[in-house]
Each structure stands twice: as structure tokens, then as C-alpha cells.
């Protein structure tokens, strides 16, 4: 991974970012949410990405979330939709439920098996695939507003003429540098993008990685397959030993051996400072954040289009990830 460079270089020009929220797992976690929510979108970010738990958990939440955002900032929501546990007949009803709500970004993804799935058990719903979730988006928004009514200047006035042209919809798919779990290898992972494509999505957000070449060569290894939308690297700044060990332990990732060396140092020179009533030279805060700070000018120098950073309901690490990268004021 490339080295951050020396602190008197010159920041970068501003780039485009986002960030992912959860819905609250409990009323009593609700302000404190809105709060981060606040502190985010002050930040002016290109969305804010609300997630939606396995098997439909949080449905509800997440729906109310995506109104809360919409309603009371000005930053775009970005609803997640999955496979998991609905008839086409229930997907239909959801999609038209954030459609009705003005809700114009989604994130499409197959999405994870419930907490207690058994080996091999189907806990998918009549949907099979994040690329058929993708269709019916644009179904659903095809039904909701087949055409539109458009002014048109003509002698003597205005006509109104019908339009095919209907508003926009921003469509996210999932994209993993170092493979999906169940993929054979990385040509098949690019075949499910372009599939993804083909239907109209219109945006990557990838899982998480931790060496910038891994997202560099899957990207131009993408593009020469035909890829072409944004395909944007997904970041999450790791402030513990024990996050990156459960980031390691559901996404197989490979543990990234300098990352993990740095966090054990910096976790016992905070336990020696404590022991002794003093202050560590370095912290986990503080390693997580150089870290994601030089990952992500790192995948910003290789060309990436911007930055999704994984929020973990903490506005205080990505903010402070994004002033490290000069995309806001300290």
C-alpha cells in the first residue's frame, strides 16, 4: 500500500464521498443516531446509505431512517434493499414504499444469511440475486411513472406534450476486490458486475479492503471486461484490534499483518499507560485513522472516483479521515 505522504505535502482537491449508517438497534440509541446523522451531513457528503438487516430485521427502521435524512437534512438518502426472506410481492410493496417516500438511491445487494442460518439453508425469497433486485427497481419505477408531462413552447403558448423521460434512479451494487466468498475467482465476480450493468445499475460501492492494489487491479481488470460505471471504494477507518478481528472474522478478509501489528502495540501501550497513570505515544484511534488516511489517497492516486466511507454510527473517525485527506476543514 503506498505511504502516506510527509505532512507538509499538498492536499488533494476536494473529492466526492458518502457514508453508511444502521438503523438504531434500540429506541434509546434513536437521538443519538439523528445526531451522528447531523454531524455527517454537515460534511456535505454526495449520500448517506442506510442499511437494512438480514431477513427484513430492521426494515422499518431503516425506512424511518431514510425519512429522517431526507426530511431533515440536505444530503440525498441511500435506501439498501436485499434478497433475503421476501416474495417478489413483499419486494415490490418495499421498493414502492421508499419510491412513494422520494427516495431515488438504492444500494441492490443479495445480502447476508439471518443470524443462526444453517449450513447450505435457503434463506433467499423468490429474489435470487442482486441483479434481479436491480430489475424490479426499475420496474417498479417504470409502474409508479410510466411517462411525464412535459411544457412544450409552440406558437400562441404552451402544449403539454407526453415524456418517456421519468426522474432518475441511482442504482448501487455491491463489488468485491478480493472476491465474494462463494465466487470461484475474480473473472467470475466481474461477470456478475457486468450482469449487474446490463440491468441498469449504475454505481459500485465495494466491501472493505485493506491494501489499495487490490482495489487498483480489480478495477482495470474490470474496465477491460466492459465495466463502466463508478466503481467506488468502500473504507472504514479501524479503531481497535478487536473491530478488525470481527471485520476479519465476517468477511474472510485476509487479516492485514502491519494494520493488526500497529493496533497490538498501540492496544499495550495503552494498557501500560493506564497502569501507570499516563498518556500513550500512540492510540488504536489514531492508528485506524492514518491507516484509512493513507488507504484512501492511496486509491484516490490510482483513480478511484471517490470515497464510501463505513461510518459504524462514529461520525468522529471518518470525519477525521477526511480531514487527514483535505476533503474538509479541519
Known amino acids: 500500500m503506498t505511504a502516506a ?6 492536499k488533494p482537491a476536494r473529492f466526492p464521498f458518502s457514508f453508511e449508517v444502521y438503523p438504531p438497534r434500540n429506541a434509546d440509541l434513536v437521538a443519538s443516531v439523528h445526531e451522528t446523522i447531523h454531524q455527517l451531513a454537515a460534511a456535505q457528503p454526495d449520500f448517506i446509505a442506510v442499511t437494512y438487516g438480514a431477513g427484513g430485521s ?37 421498493v414502492r414504499e421508499f419510491l ?40 417498479v419505477q417504470l409502474e409508479r411513472e410510466p411517462y ?10 404552451t402544449a403539454v406534450r407526453l415524456s418517456q423521460r421519468r426522474e432518475p434512479v441511482r442504482i448501487g451494487v455491491a463489488a468485491f476486490p ?6 470461484r475467482n475474480r473473472a467470475q465476480d466481474i461477470d456478475v458486475l457486468l450482469a449487474k450493468q446490463a440491468q441498469g445499475a449504475n ?10 492494489d487490490d482495489y487498483v487491479n480489480f478495477v482495470t481488470d474490470a474496465r477491460a471486461a466492459g465495466v463502466e460505471f463508478p466503481i467506488t471504494p468502500g473504507i472504514m477507518p479501524v479503531t481497535s484490534l478487536a473491530r478488525l478481528k ?41 492508528v485506524g ?40 476543514d479541519e
Open 5 to 10: 505522504r510527509p505532512r507538509d505535502d499538498p
Open 58 to 94: 430492521s426494515r422499518d427502521q431503516s425506512l424511518e431512517l431514510v425519512r429522517y435524512i431526507a426530511e431533515h437534512t440536505t444530503v440525498p438518502p441511500m435506501a439498501h434493499l436485499t434478497c433475503v426472506g421476501s416474495s417478489a410481492e413483499e419486494a415490490n410493496r418495499l
Open 100 to 139: 412513494d417516500a422520494g427516495i431515488r438511491q438504492f444500494l441492490a445487494i443479495r445480502g447476508d444469511a439471518p443470524e443462526g442460518a444453517r449450513d447450505g439453508e435457503d434463506y433467499l425469497g423468490d429474489l435470487r440475486s442482486a441483479t434481479e433486485l436491480v430489475q424490479l427497481i426499475h420496474r
Open 148 to 157: 411525464t408531462e412535459v411544457d412544450e413552447p409552440q406558437w400562441g403558448g
Open 178 to 183: 478480493n472476491g465474494h466468498p462463494q465466487s
Open 203 to 212: 454505481l459500485a460501492i465495494t466491501q472493505l479492503f485493506f491494501d489499495a
Open 246 to 286: 470481527r471485520i476479519v472474522e465476517l468477511t474472510d478478509e485476509p487479516m492485514p499483518a502491519e494494520l493488526a501489528g500497529q493496533l497490538e502495540e498501540a492496544f499495550a501501550q495503552e494498557k501500560a499507560a493506564r497502569d501507570a497513570g499516563g498518556v500513550p505515544e500512540i492510540t488504536q484511534y489514531s
Open 289 to 328: 485513522v492514518a491507516h484509512a488516511v493513507a488507504l484512501g489517497r492511496a486509491v484516490l492516486e490510482g483513480g478511484a472516483p471517490g470515497i464510501h466511507l463505513y461510518a459504524f454510527n462514529q461520525h468522529r473517525p471518518v470525519l477525521d479521515v477526511l480531514r487527514g485527506l483535505g476533503a474538509i
